[in-house]
């Protein structure tokens, strides 16, 4: 008899937040204050840009959908908004490769 019935279950979901952590990044130099994703098992999920040019950040975060972090990452690296040194696409490459160092 299982004196905690529920404790099987509450690992499963720990294992669960684990697998699908979202992260939170915080640009600088661009329009959008926030950055949020996830990357579980190495691919890129649910690309949330918070301000910045809402039809662009939206179509970068649906392009990323799926892709694996490396190729995101070598593809947006490096991209600049007109004068500025960095842009939304350059962030998000950035905040992928400080999230794959932490995992």
Do not use: W
């Given at each position: 008899?299982r004196?905690?019935?529920?404790?099987?279950?509450?690992?499963?979901?720990?294992?669960?937040?684990?697998?699908?952590?979202?992260?939170?990044?915080?640009?600088?130099?661009?329009?959008?204050?926030?950055?949020?994703?996830?990357?579980?098992?190495?691919?890129?999920?649910?690309?949330?840009?918070?301000?910045g040019?809402?039809?662009?950040?939206?179509?970068?975060?649906?392009?990323?959908?799926?892709?694996?972090?490396?190729?995101?990452?070598q593809?947006?690296?490096?991209?600049?908004?007109?004068?500025?040194?960095?842009?939304?696409?350059?962030?998000?490459?950035?905040?992928?490769?400080?999230?794959?160092?932490?995992?």
């Open positions: 008899m004196i905690y019935p529920y404790l099987d279950y509450y690992c499963y979901l720990c294992c669960q937040i684990h697998l699908k952590m979202k992260h939170t990044y915080y640009p600088q130099g661009t329009c959008s204050q926030v950055i949020e994703f996830e990357i579980n098992d190495g691919v890129v999920h649910n690309v949330q840009f918070y301000g040019c809402d039809g662009n950040t939206q179509g970068v975060g649906r392009l990323v959908e799926g892709m694996k972090a490396e190729e995101v990452v593809r947006l690296e490096g991209i600049r908004c007109g004068f500025k040194a960095t842009s939304c696409p350059d962030q998000l490459a950035k905040a992928i490769r400080q999230a794959m160092g932490e995992e």
